[in-house]
Nanobody, 122 residues
Framework: QVQLVESGGGLVQAGGSLTLSCAAS????????MGWYRQAPGKQRELVAA???????NYADSVKGRFTISRDNAKNTVYLQMNSLKSEDTAVYYC????????????????WGQGTQVTVSS
């Protein structure tokens, strides 16, 4: 079993900042990629940012220059620093990891967090 616990969501005014955290625990063997997705009402879930085990990052065009993803491999935790927030950033944010587990070390699986609401008021 792998568990992802997200924190840091909330209500913020436009132009403000929030930092999301996602801690992974359980029968993790090796985490490859970690990332954040979001889903706004009536829209599909979309990738916000991702980071590989080597530290290579990828961002959606809509958040480039405003959001920063980072990870602490020792803590199996991924962060999303969100600055200059806009009303269109309002969504439920989901943490995702791609990881092998102790009982199947040569296979990677995807795991999702429960989601955390981010609301940006204009």
């Amino acid at each position: 079993q792998v568990q992802l616990v997200e924190s840091g969501g909330g209500l913020v005014q436009a132009g403000g900042s929030l930092t999301l955290s996602c801690a992974a625990s359980g029968t993790i063997f090796s985490i490859n990629a970690m990332g954040w997705y979001r889903q706004a009402p009536g829209k599909q879930r979309e990738l916000v940012a991702a980071i590989t085990s080597g530290g290579t990052t990828n961002y959606a065009d809509s958040v480039k220059g405003r959001f920063t993803i980072s990870r602490d491999n020792a803590k199996n935790t991924v962060y999303l620093q969100m600055n200059s927030l806009k009303s269109e950033d309002t969504a439920v944010y989901y943490c995702n990891i791609v990881s092998s587990v102790a009982t199947m070390r040569s296979t990677s699986f995807g795991f999702w967090g429960q989601g955390t609401q981010v609301t940006v008021s204009s």
